[in-house]
Each structure stands twice: as C-alpha cells, then as structure tokens.
C-alpha cells in the first residue's frame, strides 16, 4: 500500500539556520499539507497546498516558512531562519478524498 | 470557533474493559469527524470516520450533534489497543483540526 514519506527523520539546527523537511505525498493524491506538533501539545495546521499553490495557512506559518513542489514527487517546506520555538515534530499529509494519509515526520530540534 | 476537545490526557483500563475515549467539537456546520491513533514508534493512522459508520478494530464512534460529541468506544479492550487517540475535525477548507489526544493505557 503506497505511504507518504518524509526525510530526514530527525534534524538538529542552529538557532538562525535554514531547514528544508521533504514529503512524497502518495502518487495520486492532489492536496498537500503540514502539521506541527510541539512536544505535549496538539497537532496543529500549518498551510495546505493544492494546485501548485497555497490554499489556507495558518496565524503560524509566517514569513519565515515557505512551502514549494519543485517536481512531481516532493513537497518541501522550509524555515529560513530558525528559532528555538520551531523545535517540534513536522509531519506531511496527503489526500484525495476525505482522508488524510500522514507521514511518519521529521523530529526537528532547533539548538 | 473550531475547536475539538479531548477531556482526558491518560486513560488506563485492565485488559477486557470497557474502553470509552471523549470527544467534544465545536464547528458550525455540518461536521466530518474522525478518529486518528497513532501507535508506539508509528504514524498518524486513521482508525474511523463518522461518515462512513464503520468498526474498526472493535471501535466504534456515533456523531451526537446534540451533544457535540464523537467518543470513541470498545466494549472490551485489548492490550494491542494501547497507543495515543486524537479526535479530529476536518473543516470546510480540508483542513484537521485535532484535539490534544488521549493515551490509553490497556494493562494486562
């Protein structure tokens, strides 16, 4: 059964340093989407993509995270200048109906 | 305001309970709900949908829109069934918004 995946599992930055977290959402989906989850809180919505373009983003997703499809198969987000508060969990969605299907995430830590 | 709530950090049941997980919503409109879990060392995985009507595993879950709710249910749990539950609600844009999810704790 095809699965959305997500490299690298785990990534250590410093505080100000630039982060690219990829996806491969499953091949024949068409809408796109980050989470975060920061330890001990809730998964939260960060921006969905459909279309080759943002459809919703959240109050979070401000000018420091940026979201790109460069090619048929990857769907990126990047933090340009990382804060310590952007430590968490990433986690990639996809679907085509009413399901979402996640990835496994990326464990970020920001130093 | 979108909002699921999910009352209980830590739910822990003996092995062949009963196993009910509590979720309240707030949406206006018609809401599409789910249930996710997510187990030890794996992925977001979704369990049921209230759409569909479905058991899964032995979980059911029933829509009150009285009530506002989406609890989560087993009549006897297992110990495979231990893992984080998170309530969801999918808006009208597509996108989840999850409650801050239950572990459930099955004991031997």
């Known amino acids: 059964e095809p699965e959305v995946t997500q490299t690298p599992s785990h990534q250590v930055t410093q505080m100000g340093q630039e982060v690219i977290l990829r996806c491969v959402p499953i091949?024949?989906?068409?809408?796109f989407y980050w989470y975060r989850q920061i330890l001990g809180q809730k998964v939260e919505f960060l921006v969905s993509f459909y279309n080759n373009e943002i459809s919703e983003k959240s109050e979070i997703f401000d000018d420091q995270f940026s979201v790109e499809r460069p090619d048929g198969s990857n769907f990126t987000l990047k933090i340009r200048s990382t804060k310590l508060e952007d430590s968490a969990m990433y986690f990639c969605a996809s679907n085509k109906g009413e399901t979402q299907y996640f990835g496994p995430g990326t464990r970020l830590l920001v130093l | 305001a979108q909002r699921v709530t999910q009352p209980e950090k830590l739910l822990s049941v003996f092995k062949g309970a009963p196993v009910e997980l509590k979720c309240n919503y707030s949406?206006?409109?018609?809401?599409?709900l789910f249930w996710y879990v997510q187990y030890s060392r794996q992925r977001l995985q979704l369990l049921l949908r209230?759409?569909s009507r479905e058991s899964i595993k032995g979980f059911t879950a029933d829509l009150n829109k009285g009530e506002t709710s989406f609890h989560l249910k087993k009549p006897f749990a297992q110990e495979e069934d231990s893992a984080m539950y998170y309530c969801?609600?999918?808006?009208?844009?597509?996108?989840?918004?999850f409650g801050q999810g239950t572990t459930l704790q099955v004991k031997p």
């Open positions: 969801a609600l999918s808006s009208n844009t597509g996108k989840l918004i």
């Open positions: 091949s024949n989906h068409l809408y």
């Open positions: 209230h759409i």
């Open positions: 949406y206006s409109g018609s809401p599409e």
